[in-house]
């Protein structure tokens, strides 16, 4: 059994509460819930992260990272938040390890606000989930688990 990292940034702890009108009602809990029956079922376990620090962020990808080089770990989900607009750092942690890295936002950026439609994980990820609600994570987890089948 191998481990999916699901790795959420800034704010989205408020998941449930905050702007339901664009992120939902759904929680993080019941997300990481959703998350874990999704990965079981699929033969995985899952580790489930948030952090509202950039360093906090970096740490884990690194950290995952170390862990795909010795076979534990078959990537990494990640809603980076804003943080995903803005960091180079993260960008370059991606670019650093050679975890694959499944970017997913819950809304779709792309039909919101100018300064969300720049993606620094964009061009360093696996693959990009985007705009189907918290149901994105849930993708985001079948197609690493078949990506990771494919070898
Ligand atoms: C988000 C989109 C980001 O622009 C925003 O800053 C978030 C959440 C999403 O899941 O839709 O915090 O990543």
């Not at 580790?47 to 990272?65: C, K, T």
């Not at 792309?110 to 994980?121: D, K, N, Q, T, V």
Request: charged share 20%; net charge neutral; proline share 3%.
């Amino acid at each position: 059994m191998a481990t999916i990292l699901i790795l959420n940034g800034p704010n989205l702890n408020l998941l449930g509460t905050r702007e339901p009108a664009v992120y939902g009602a759904t929680t993080l809990a019941d997300v990481e819930t959703m998350c874990r029956s999704a990965a079981a079922r699929a033969g995985h376990a899952i580790d489930f992260r948030q952090s509202n620090r950039e360093g906090v962020l970096i740490d884990a990808i690194h950290e995952a990272g170390r862990g795909h080089k010795a076979g534990d770990v078959i990537g990494v989900v990640f809603n980076a938040g804003a943080y995903t607009h803005s960091s180079v750092a993260l960008h370059d942690a991606i670019k650093g390890v050679e975890v694959p890295v499944i970017e997913v936002h819950i809304s779709n950026v792309h039909a919101r606000e100018p300064f969300r439609h720049h993606s620094w994980l964009s061009p360093v990820a696996a693959g990009i989930v985007v705009g189907f609600g918290v149901d994105g994570y849930l993708l985001a987890i079948d197609g690493l688990v078949r990506r990771a089948a494919r070898g």
